[in-house]
Nanobody
Framework: HVQLVESGGGSVQAGGSLRLSCTGS????????MGWFRQAPGKERETIAV???????RYADSVAGRFTISKESAKYTLYLQMNSLKPEDTAVYYC??????????????RGQGTQVTVS
């Protein structure tokens, strides 16, 4: 049974940084693609970064150059380093996993989300 738990959200001023972590259960090793998506009030869900089991990654244009996705497979942990944060980055951020690694694919698994607020 796959379980994903995010941590690291919080409040930060514009231009600041945060690092999100996502710790998965042992079954996470079976997942081909891991990623992060966010949901802001009144806006559509946006997948912002994905990484496959071979380390290939993609970013949404909205975060490219500012956010970095990485993972420690041995620890079943996924990270999202967020730099140069903007108020429009304010959202609930979700860790997710699935079979297909694109910015438009649905994920079969997701965590409970962590709030990021940029003022």
């Amino acid at each position: 049974h796959v379980q994903l738990v995010e941590s690291g959200g919080g409040s930060v001023q514009a231009g600041g940084s945060l690092r999100l972590s996502c710790t998965g259960s042992a079954d996470t090793y079976r997942i081909t693609c891991m990623g992060w998506f966010r949901q802001a009030p009144g806006k559509e869900r946006e997948t912002i970064a994905v990484i496959d089991r071979w380390g290939n990654f993609r970013y949404a244009d909205s975060v490219a150059g500012r956010f970095t996705i990485s993972k420690e497979s041995a620890k079943y942990t996924l990270y999202l380093q967020m730099n140069s944060l903007k108020p429009e980055d304010t959202a609930v951020y979700y860790c997710a996993g699935g079979a297909y690694c694109s910015l438009t694919s649905d994920f079969g698994y997701r965590g409970q989300g962590t709030q990021v607020t940029v003022s």
